[in-house]
């Protein structure tokens, strides 16, 4: 048998009470929480939950990469997944920082572009992704 409908009063009446936000903050209770009331703690995310985040942060990398990447649609799968994966990680105003990169990058000049990426403060922080990435870019 089917679940019945919500009502419209019901969910917002729970909005009332929960409130929004965007951020993950910690409860009355001690508990991770965002959102409208979801408990992370204890709760977490459905898998379902999970892809659709996923499919949309990956839209943003891919946006990313269309506006610092001029020939970014013409890359190939591989160099266009590596750049991806580091605008995935690093986020816009990060990735926009390696000037070098993306100078090479937009001259075709993969093995350089790969080594700047290696010269970063990020290949530091993530330094197995980083050697994975620049093998990927220099193809």
């Not at 009063?9 to 909005?15: H, K, S, Y």
């Not at 929004?20 to 001690?30: N, W």
């Not at 990060?94 to 290696?118: C, E, P, T, V, Y």
Request: glycine share 6%.
């Amino acid at each position: 048998m089917p679940m019945p409908a919500i009502s419209k009063t019901a969910c917002d009446l729970v909005r009332q009470h929960e409130g929004c936000r965007a951020f993950p903050y910690v409860d009355t209770v001690g508990k991770l929480t965002i959102g409208i009331g979801r408990n992370l703690t204890d709760r977490g995310l459905a898998p379902d939950e999970i892809s659709y985040l996923f499919r949309n942060d990956m839209q943003l990398a891919q946006k990313i990469c269309l506006n610092l990447f001029t020939g970014f649609s013409d890359y190939d799968a591989v160099r266009q997944a590596a750049l991806l994966s580091m605008a995935f990680n690093l986020g816009a105003p990060r990735l926009a920082k390696f000037q070098k990169m993306r100078a090479a990058i937009n001259a075709g000049d993969w093995q350089h572009a790969a080594s700047h990426a290696l010269h970063s403060k990020w290949a530091h922080q993530v330094p197995e992704r980083a050697a994975n990435i620049a093998a990927l870019l220099r193809g």
